[in-house]
């Protein structure tokens, strides 16, 4: 049985053609867009921490460390002073952040 060929007329290459250069400038017109929305986009970021951490050398409290959590301005907002190892401070620093909804 011999193949079958279809031949293609000029109305079909000229709609393909068409389909072609209308996916294409498509896809370009959604690449603009996605371009100029990643451009417009401002990061936001919430309030930031710093936080200071010292240990008391003398004292009735020597040997504990001093957390304290500062505001924006550099003033103290939290002074925490009964952590008798730097891992405690450092889980206390989790704590802060939990109490801040983060």
């Not at 193949?3 to 072609?20: C, F, G, H, M, V």
Request: glycine letters at 6%; hydrophobic letters at 40%; zero cysteines.
């Amino acid at each position: 049985m011999p193949e079958q060929r279809t031949l293609d007329n000029p109305n079909d290459i000229a709609i393909r053609e068409s389909q072609k250069i209308q996916r294409l400038e498509q896809g370009r017109s959604i690449a603009e867009r996605a371009a100029a929305e990643k451009k417009n986009v401002i990061k936001q970021y919430s309030e930031s921490f710093t936080f200071r951490f010292r240990k008391i050398k003398n004292g009735s409290f020597s040997g504990l460390w001093e957390l304290a959590a500062l505001k924006k301005d550099g003033k103290v907002d939290e002074i925490i002073t009964d952590a008798d190892a730097l891992p405690n401070v450092l889980e206390a620093i989790g704590n802060i952040f939990a109490n801040r909804g983060f």
